[in-house]
């Protein structure tokens, strides 16, 4: 049976629509400095701002996944992310996400409000599945070729992409469930440029509903990344256009929800696709 909705401490969010998901960095070095914020003021602005114009969670991330980022210490992390998702927690009801592979910060964040993990190595830190286990919290589980966004972007290759990926999806839900996660906690990522050229990325959006197989709800983040810039040649600055095409496509072929920085254009993309939409369902009347 396919997964419809997230629930977790008597909150539902129900996916039977597509939903958003607004992307709130509390990072020096994410390599869109729109959605860079570097007080909790002004990130609980931001989140709150994020929740007006449409976003049903917003995702909170103290480390950046960019290609050739470098990490940061678990203290630094931590520093970071936990003041901003308590502002939030203590001021709004919307979903909190926190984008993290750390299990320490997992914890924290979760005593302190936030309602999911969104996890680019896909729980394969030690101890990071067993945290999620203990909360009975939703999580999202990514692929990325390799466990290290620096060198990620190195030596990619693949004999059959959209099967890889469908495997190592596999074996993480599969060692998931074993760990205690309940199947209707889990919603899977394919992880667009996480070890991906621009071919990779497109064939891959093109044949998205191939993961409807899992029958388990599909993110899919593409929001101003270099897919979008190579293909226009344009800067990161200049990929909003593209970032809504390639969503409202990923719609079409399946995803749940759309992570993205530009909350208020998404939304509104989003609704007028998913109005004309209901009409392409019916017959035309003589």
Known sequence: M???????????LDL???KIMGILNVTPDSFYDGSRFSSVDSALQHAK?????GASIVDVGGESTRPGSDPVTEEEELRRVIPVVQAIAENTDVW????????????????????????????????????????GCPVCLQHMLGEDPKTMQQNIAYEDLLGEISSFLYERIHNCLNTGIRREN??????????????????????????????????VGMSRKSMIGDLLK???ENRLAG??????????????????????EMAEALKVFMYASKYSKQKIKK
């Open 16 to 18: 039977s629509q597509p």
């Open 2 to 12: 396919a997964v419809t909705k997230l629930e977790y401490k008597g909150k539902v």
């Open 234 to 236: 344009v800067n990161t």
């Open 96 to 135: 909190i996400s926190v984008d993290t592979s750390s299990p320490a910060v997992m914890r924290a964040a979760l005593e302190s409000g936030a309602s999911m993990i969104n996890d680019v190595r896909a729980l394969r830190r030690p101890g990071a599945m067993e945290v999620v286990a203990e909360y």
């Open 186 to 219: 889990i919603i899977i990522d394919p992880g667009f440029g996480f070890g991906k050229n621009i071919e990779q990325n497109y064939k891959l959006l093109g044949q998205l509903d191939r993961l409807r197989s899992f029958a388990l709800p599909v993110l």
């Open 243 to 264: 970032s809504i095409a390639a969503n409202l496509f990923a719609v079409e072929k399946g995803a749940d929800i759309l992570r993205v920085h530009d909350v208020k």
């Open 49 to 53: 701002d994020m929740v007006l114009a």
